[in-house]
């Protein structure tokens, strides 16, 4: 006997699916960090380093590439002495934060589900960041 196949009720995705254009970018290992690390305002490569605990400098210094080659992030060079170089959001950037920031969230609960606590201060900063705070 086989079994009927049952019709999916969710809506189809696009061919070109619109949640794989968005990983493409948001995908890299360390990137929604760094992209989080920018919502606060501009950053430059030392504060970033700080800012994202683990990264390794050739990891960020790629990571970076990437994001402003894609367009996430615009790279400005400070007319300082020595000259310095900051990071910031782009307006594209700037879209990602509140899907960020609503994974982070999915984040928490499924910590919490696992019994781990999730330390209040950590998380009103995070929400602070976000607007929330």
């Known amino acids: 006997m086989s079994l009927k196949i049952r019709k ?37 490569f030392s504060e970033l380093r700080i800012d994202v605990p683990g990264i390794s400098a050739k990891v960020l210094s790629t990571r970076l590439k990437e994001l402003e080659e894609k367009g996430a ?17 782009s307006d594209l950037g700037e879209e990602f934060i509140p899907a960020i920031h609503a994974i982070v969230e999915v984040g ?11 330390v209040r201060s950590e998380k009103a900063a995070v929400d602070a960041v976000a607007g929330d705070g």
């Not at 928490?108 to 999730?118: H, S």
């Open 8 to 44: 999916n009720r969710a809506a189809a995705l696009p061919p070109t699916c619109p949640v794989g254009e968005c990983m493409v970018l948001l995908g890299g290992a360390w990137t929604p960090n760094i992209l989080w690390s920018l919502s606060a305002g501009p950053r430059r």
């Open 73 to 89: 992030i615009e790279r400005r060079i400070m007319p300082t002495s020595p000259p310095s170089v900051e990071y910031s959001l």
């Open 108 to 118: 928490y609960r499924l910590k919490q589900r696992r019994g781990v606590e999730v």
